[in-house]
């Protein structure tokens, strides 16, 4: 699988954005990044990102660490056939060192993959009453 971020994969979706921010996403923090997601079935990627941060850098960092990174979530999400919408916010006000974003790129990526393996799997077991 190649290592791209096509357009596909940005999140552009003026609905999307506002759903996601507007309650009902998931979210958690592995500093410096902040991670929202939301599982949205009209997109045509099974992730789409977003990244939000002032300072342009970081931006092409978080960037590169996630098309870097992202192989084990698609894998994941294609297994389980769920879609995602994902943003990135970038938290601190200092230049961090880009192997300090792609580490935590790498941990939130993976927290993502298991709370969506840990999901799929409670919708699929019979809730007994």
Do not use: W
């Amino acid at each position: 699988m190649p290592n791209t971020l096509r357009k596909s994969e940005r999140l552009d979706k003026k609905k999307v954005i506002e759903k996601m921010f507007a309650g009902g996403s998931r979210s958690f923090s592995v500093f410096p990044l902040r991670v929202v997601y939301l599982p949205v079935e009209e997109l045509e990627a099974p992730v789409s990102i977003l990244v939000s941060v002032s300072k342009h850098l970081q931006e092409r960092q978080i960037r590169e660490a996630y098309r870097m990174n992202k192989h084990g979530l698609l894998a994941v999400l294609t297994e389980k056939k769920c879609r995602l919408a994902v943003a990135f916010i970038y938290l601190s006000d200092q230049l961090v060192d880009s192997s300090v974003i792609e580490d935590r790129m790498k941990t939130a990526l993976a927290r993502i993959a298991e709370k969506v393996a840990a999901n799929a799997e409670a919708e699929q077991t019979p809730q007994v009453s």
